[in-house]
């Protein structure tokens, strides 16, 4: 089926059918966050297992994150459409993970420009094709329609934009969960939008792709700004506190336990084993605790 046909077909079932999963939480005058669930893509959240942002100007929005299919993007336009009237101008793409950019078609269908680091941009060309059969096998035809779309607009480190008076600012410092990974800076309201930079109250994830040591310094540098207001990638909007505890303290106490654990001559089979006992309480642990370490562990070995 062709995607403005998808468009189509969804646009005719209710908008509570399409996006009830995701919860909208005002953080400041004309800024949202939008919560979507902790657990795997799957049928019913068409992949929209994250935190997006919404941004309402007087000549017009920008969102902080596509959706991670064609339909996930339809179910959170149906959110968006409940906060503001203004269109969506512009989408950001904060890295490179499915529900960071796999809907920029369904935003670029409607005259919105996407914008990304160029890591990101290669990242998603890397990885699009292991994305999409993941996805084909988690969310089945709510995958239909859903083509990679790259960002019209692309940067470095920095970009800037200025819509409607409002001030927004896109920094990349560098690989974090996944290589192209940024953050969105409001100055006028001390509001960042941190992307995959940051969970709270769900475990990080720690891939093949990510780097535990650069993942610091991009927190750092959001510490840096001293945000009043924070919009994670994973879970409410928070505190700088919370995010601290739940990412920052997570990651340096997993890269502590294992510098000792690989120098005292441990292995990746044991490196499951070093005590991450004190997160626990975070949602996913069991799950993925194990996998981080590993992860982790391939890295640092060479560090």
Known sequence: MKPIAILTALACLPSALLADILTPQPVTPGVWAIEGPAEQRDAENLGNNATFGLIET??????????????GAQALHAVVKSLTDQPVAYVINTGGQDHRWLGNGYWQALGAQVIASNDAVADHQNRESMQLTALRALVGDGLEGTTPSYADITFDDAYDLTLGGTQ?????????????????????????????????????????????????????????LEPQHLIPGHGPATDL??????????LQNLRNAMRTHIDDGGDIIGSVEVDQS?????????????????AVFEKMEWE
Do not use: C
């Open 168 to 224: 927004i600012e896109i920094r990349h410092t560098g690989a974090a969960h996944t290589p192209g990974d940024s953050f969105v800076w409001l100055p006028d309201t001390r509001t960042v939008f941190t992307g995959d930079i940051v969970y709270v109250g769900r475990i990080l994830g720690i891939m093949e792709f990510s780097d535990s040591a650069t993942w610091l310094d991009a927190f750092a540098a959001i510490e840096a």
């Open 241 to 250: 506190a919370t995010a601290q505890r739940d990412t920052r303290d997570y």
């Open 278 to 294: 004190a997160f626990a309480y975070l949602d996913q642990f069991e799950a993925l605790a194990g996998r981080n370490a590993q």
């Open 58 to 71: 007087p000549q017009g929005a920008v969102l902080v994150d596509p959706g991670g299919t064609w339909a």
